[in-house]
């Protein structure tokens, strides 16, 4: 794959759309949007800003001012940024978290397509979640989007797994709106507990890694280390993209599982994005045969 010629569609009028997170520099974001700007024709730059907690704010400030377009959120920020902006979506009141961002004439709305891009990578897959039972790892703000959109798409049960730090609390009122709100049963447990954890995959049809136990810098590390706590034809979709196959991964190929990592629900996470902030939809099939 070229390199994309930027300096051939860069103009005065370019709209900057920007990705901030840390770390940050192993996103495939940037190719995505940018390669699908250029597709369609369209005059957006997408970029990627080294952000963490810390500068969060200034951050926003400095965006909103500067009037760009829109931009996306991801670890450690999703919850943080939620203080800062002037609206939010349904679902991103519901989980408390963002991960897109929309500059409407400085009023900023945020808007969360986390969960959207799971259940149609999943989908992608010929896997239809009305009825499964799902083992979930990790509630932050990915975790809990796809608890959320698990639950209203039609699981009938959601396990989910979570150290005792400080999403726990949180974790635990999401745990109460999916079971007042929706026709799921959802269950909150302590992931240091392996032998719960060993019992609800073992009568599970999904598991999901939701954490970033895998990516860099925890790349080589699972929160799985027994393949015996897998079993044959259960799923096992690994939110990290970046190693394609991570540790968890490799594990439940060995133990005889279906596999999937994170690049089909960042590919549909990010054409949710892509709408909101064009109104286009991401040519994905194009896309994908970029990325896949």
Not at 49 to 54: A, L, S
Not at 221 to 231: A, E, G, K, N, V
Not at 233 to 260: F, N, Q, W
Request: net charge neutral; charged share 25%; glycine share 10%.
């Amino acid at each position: 794959m070229g390199k994309i010629a930027v300096t051939e569609r860069v103009t005065g009028h370019t709209e900057l759309i920007g990705l901030i997170g840390y770390p940050i520099r192993h996103s495939m974001s940037p190719t995505m949007h940018n390669e699908a700007f250029k597709k369609l024709g369209l005059d957006y730059v997408y970029v990627a800003f080294e952000v963490d907690n810390d500068t969060l704010e200034d951050t926003v400030k400095g965006m909103r001012a500067m009037k760009v377009r829109g931009f996306n959120v991801t670890m450690p920020n999703k919850r943080k940024i939620v203080q800062y902006l002037d609206k939010l979506s349904d679902a991103s009141a519901l989980t408390g978290s963002v991960n897109t961002v929309v500059n409407d004439n400085g009023v900023l709305t945020g808007y969360i397509t986390d969960g959207i891009g799971c259940m149609r990578a999943l989908a992608d897959k010929g896997v239809d979640v009305k009825g499964k039972k799902f083992t979930i790892m990790g509630t932050g703000g990915a975790g809990t989007a796809i608890i959320v959109q698990a639950a209203l798409d039609g699981a009938k049960e959601l396990s989910i797994f979570n150290r005792n730090d400080s999403f726990i609390e949180e974790a635990k009122q999401t745990v109460k709106k999916v079971n007042e709100q929706t026709n799921c049963k959802a269950t909150l447990y302590m992931l240091e507990d392996q032998d719960k954890l060993r019992a609800e995959i073992a009568s599970s049809d999904i598991l999901i890694n939701a954490t970033c136990v895998g990516m860099k810098p925890l790349e080589g590390q699972s929160l799985i280390t027994d393949p015996t706590m897998l079993h044959p034809g259960l799923i096992v979709h690994d939110c990290v993209y970046s190693p394609r196959e991570t540790k968890l991964l490799s594990i439940a190929k060995d133990a005889g599982c279906i596999t999937m990592n994170g690049l089909g629900m960042m590919l549909y996470q990010g054409a949710a994005a892509f709408k909101l902030w064009t109104g286009k939809d991401m040519p994905t099939d194009y896309i994908k045969d970029i990325l896949f």
